[in-house]
């Protein structure tokens, strides 16, 4: 196997792998062998290809999430659960007070004398 076929399997590990690109590469693994094998062999590539991608997706999920812990940065469950607890203390508080409404008084209208 050369350089070049190497990388077409890493290239395919991180990039959607689609059924021709398999089949493709699949004939170039299975030269001279039946129809069958090239089939089973780019079923295996696909699915190879879909297994790696989500590795790396879940790897790159974690490194984030650390680094965000690292910052200090809070997660949506953090907030989902510091709205929670706001809204319990505000009913347990029982209901908002109501604002007075606030009326200004009309200043009686000024005479012009001429």
């Known amino acids: 196997?050369?350089?070049?076929?190497?990388?077409?399997?890493?290239?395919?590990?991180?990039?959607?792998?689609t059924p021709a690109k398999a089949q493709e590469m699949a004939r170039s693994l299975v030269q001279g062998q039946g129809k069958e094998q090239v089939s089973k062999v780019?079923?295996?590539l696909?699915?190879?290809s879909h297994r790696n991608r989500e590795r790396i997706v879940e790897l790159v999920q974690r490194e984030?999430?650390?680094?965000?812990k690292t910052l200090g940065v809070?997660?949506?469950d953090d907030v989902d659960a510091l709205k929670k607890r706001v809204r319990e203390l505000e009913r347990a508080a029982g209901p908002k007070p109501r604002a007075a409404k606030k009326t200004?008084?009309?200043?009686p209208a000024k005479k012009t004398t001429a």
């Open 104 to 107: 200004t008084a009309k200043s």
């Open 42 to 44: 780019a079923q295996d």
């Open 74 to 76: 809070a997660t949506r």
């Open 64 to 68: 984030v999430k650390a680094q965000l």
């Open 46 to 48: 696909l699915e190879w």
């Open 1 to 17: 196997m050369m350089a070049s076929d190497v990388r077409k399997y890493v290239e395919a590990a991180l990039e959607k792998l």
